[in-house]
């Protein structure tokens, strides 16, 4: 069984930076892709960027250009710069851990983010 372990949310003015950790432990198959999702009060969860172990990477078009997401070295960890924030960035962010080719997915217990305006 795969552990998300997420860490880093918070409470910051807009503009302001934040960087979301996130750790897997357990028996952990690749090709895989970790990334970040969210969830705002009476919205879907929608995706915010995922990196593979190949390290291609996906990000919604409204966060390109202010976040990062990266993997460690040990390709278990990823990470999520998040710079310039915005009100509307204000959610719940969920580490997701996807095996590619077994269509299995994993998901953490959700970090809050709240950027006051």
């Known amino acids: 069984q795969v552990q998300l372990m997420e860490s880093g949310g918070g409470l910051v003015q807009a503009g302001g930076s934040l960087t979301l950790s996130c750790a897997a432990s357990?028996?952990?198959?690749?090709?895989?892709?970790m990334g970040w999702y969210r969830q705002a009060p009476g919205n879907k969860r929608e995706l915010v960027a995922t990196i593979t172990t190949g390290g291609s990477t996906n990000y919604a078009d409204s966060v390109k250009g202010r976040f990062t997401v990266s993997r460690g070295n040990a390709k278990n960890t990823v990470y999520l710069q998040m710079n310039s924030l915005k009100p509307e960035d204000t959610a719940v962010y969920y580490c997701?851990?996807?095996?590619?080719?077994?269509?299995?997915?994993?998901w953490g217990q959700g970090t809050q983010v709240t950027v006051s305006s």
């Open positions: 357990g028996l952990i198959f690749v090709p895989n892709s």
């Open positions: 997701n851990l996807a095996v590619l080719r077994a269509h299995v997915d994993y």
